[in-house]
C-alpha cells in the first residue's frame, strides 16, 4: 500500500463495535472484493470492500473474516483467512501479507490461509444459531452483479438452510456513520493532499491548457504525497461543460472568460476527501461571474451553520433551498411573485440547483449512511451548493468536508482557498 500503517486499535474496535450489536451465539462472514477483468490477462485495479477493511484493516484480495465471539473453540471467535503466497505469485504479482504481518495490521492473533476455510467454517458453523452476511445495502447502489457476499450467501443456505440468517448492513449503517479519531485524522490527511493539489492546478490554469491537463496535475499531486489516487471520477469541466453535473469526459480546452469547475478529492488510506472548486480561466472573474460565485458561497456558509447533530436531510435541505431561492432572486434568475406562487414540492430554485447540498463521507465518498436519521456527532458530510446557467455557460459549484462535534462542526477544508480574492491572487502570482 501507498499509505502509511494505521494503527490498529482502529480496527479492534470496530470489531468490538459490531459484535456487541449481533445476537447470542451468531457468526459473521466478511468478505474481500471480487477481482473485475479488465481484459483477457489483466484486472482493473483492486479496490477493497468498504466493509470488510473497515473490520480488518486488510487491503488484499481473496480475503475472509470470520468474527463468532461466542465459539465454543477459543481459537476461532476472530479469524483472518488470506490468501497463501508462493513464488509464482510473488514473481507475477508482488508482495503479499505474510500471517505476522497481517496480525500487525489488523490486530487479529488468528490467521490462516484461505484452503483452510471450507474446513475451519463447517468445524464450527453448527453451534451458531445466527449467520450474518454482509450485503451492499447502499441505497446509491442498483445491484446487478451477483458479489462474492451475494455468492456466497447463496452457498451458505443451500448448505446450511436450516440456520437464521441476519443483516450485517443494518449494524454496519450505524457505525460506519459515526468517525473515531483515527478515521477522522485519515480524512483530514486526505483534505491536506487535495488541497495541496488544488493549489498546485491554480498556479497551472491558463487559457489553451486542457481539462486533462488539469486532471494530470491533480492526480500527480495526489499519488506523489501517498494517495491510492483519485477518490471518484475527476469532474474537470470547463465553460459549458460545468452545467453536466456527472461530466467525467475531461477532454476540451480551457478558453479565456470560462469558469473551470474542479469537483475532486484525494483518496488516502481508503478514507475520502471530496471537494469543489468553481475558478476563472484567464484568473479574473467577471462581475457576473463573482456575483453568481458569491451567491453560491452564501449558501454555502449558511448551510454548513445547518450541519449539526439532530438535523434531519430533509429538513437541512428545504431550508438551504430558501437560501438559494433568495439569491437566484437577487440575480433575477427568478421572479419574487413567481416564487410565492410556487408548487412547493417542485420548488422553482430547482431550475438552476437540481442536486441535493449534502451526502455522507467516509471509506465511501457517498458513504453508507441513513439518509432518515438525524445528524450525529462524528459524521462527516458534504456541503455543495451550486448554481447552474446553461444559457449564460455558467456552471458554479463550490464544496467542502465537514465535521460535525459536540460544539457544531469544524470545516475539515477551512485551510484550503475559497473567497475570490484569494483564489485571484494565487493565480496571478
Same mark, same amino acid.
Given at each position: ?31 474481500? %472484493? ?99 452476511? %454482509? ?105 459549458? %461543460? ?27 488510506? %481508503? ?159
Amino acid at each position: 500500500m501507498k499509505y502509511l500503517p494505521i494503527s490498529n486499535t482502529l480496527f479492534i474496535l470496530n470489531r468490538k463495535n459490531f459484535v456487541k450489536r449481533t445476537k447470542q451465539n451468531s457468526i459473521a462472514i466478511f468478505h474481500a %472484493n471480487d477481482e473485475f477483468p479488465k481484459n483477457g490477462d489483466q484486472n482493473f485495479p483492486f479496490k477493497q470492500n468498504a466493509d470488510f477493511f473497515y473490520l480488518s484493516g486488510i487491503d488484499q484480495e481473496q480475503s475472509i473474516l470470520v468474527l463468532y465471539p461466542d465459539c465454543p473453540n477459543p481459537l476461532y471467535k476472530e479469524v483472518l483467512f488470506l490468501r497463501q503466497t508462493d513464488e509464482h505469485i510473488a514473481v507475477w504479482e508482488g508482495h503479499k501479507y505474510t500471517k505476522d504481518e497481517a496480525r500487525r495490521a489488523s490486530g487479529i492473533e488468528n490467521v490462516y490461509w484461505l484452503n483452510e476455510f471450507d474446513t475451519i467454517l463447517h468445524s464450527i458453523i453448527n453451534y451458531a444459531e445466527n449467520v450474518y452476511i %454482509n450485503t451492499n445495502e447502499n441505497d446509491r447502489y442498483g445491484h446487478t452483479v451477483p458479489y462474492r457476499d451475494v455468492r456466497m450467501y447463496e452457498q451458505l443456505r443451500q448448505k446450511y438452510p436450516l440456520h437464521n440468517y441476519e443483516r450485517s448492513a443494518v449494524i454496519l449503517r450505524d457505525l460506519r456513520v459515526v468517525k473515531s479519531d483515527i478515521e477522522i485524522e485519515l480524512t483530514r490527511k486526505a483534505c491536506q493532499i487535495t488541497r495541496d493539489a488544488f493549489v498546485r492546478v491554480l498556479k497551472f490554469i491558463k487559457p489553451g491548457v486542457t481539462e486533462y491537463e488539469v486532471e494530470a496535475e491533480l492526480t500527480h499531486e495526489f499519488l506523489r504525497q501517498r494517495a491510492t489516487g483519485n477518490a471518484y471520477s475527476p469532474i474537470i469541466a470547463s465553460g459549458v %461543460n460545468a452545467n453536466v453535473l456527472h461530466y467525467i469526459d475531461n477532454n476540451q480546452v480551457c478558453s479565456t472568460g470560462d469558469i473551470l469547475l474542479m469537483d475532486f478529492g484525494a483518496e488516502y488510506a %481508503n478514507y475520502n476527501a471530496d471537494m469543489t472548486r468553481s475558478v476563472p480561466v484567464n484568473g479574473r472573474f467577471t462581475k457576473r461571474q463573482r456575483d453568481v460565485y458569491n451567491a453560491v458561497l452564501r449558501v454555502m456558509k449558511g448551510a454548513i451553520q445547518l450541519i449539526k447533530s439532530g438535523t434531519l436531510m430533509s429538513e437541512y435541505q428545504d431550508e438551504v433551498g430558501k437560501m438559494m431561492t433568495s439569491e437566484l432572486i437577487g440575480l433575477k434568475l427568478l421572479n419574487k411573485h413567481e416564487v410565492e406562487k410556487q408548487d412547493t414540492k417542485m420548488p422553482l430554485y430547482k431550475k438552476y440547483f437540481m442536486h441535493g447540498t449534502s451526502h455522507h463521507l467516509g471509506l465511501d465518498v457517498h458513504d453508507f449512511a441513513s439518509r432518515y436519521k438525524p445528524f450525529e456527532v462524528g459524521n462527516i458530510l458534504t456541503c455543495e451548493p451550486g448554481i447552474y446557467i446553461p444559457g449564460e455557460g455558467v456552471g458554479i459549484r463550490l464544496e467542502n468536508d465537514i465535521l460535525i462535534t459536540t460544539d457544531g462542526n469544524v470545516d475539515l477544508m477551512a485551510d484550503i482557498p475559497l473567497e475570490v480574492d484569494h483564489i485571484e491572487e494565487i493565480m496571478n502570482s
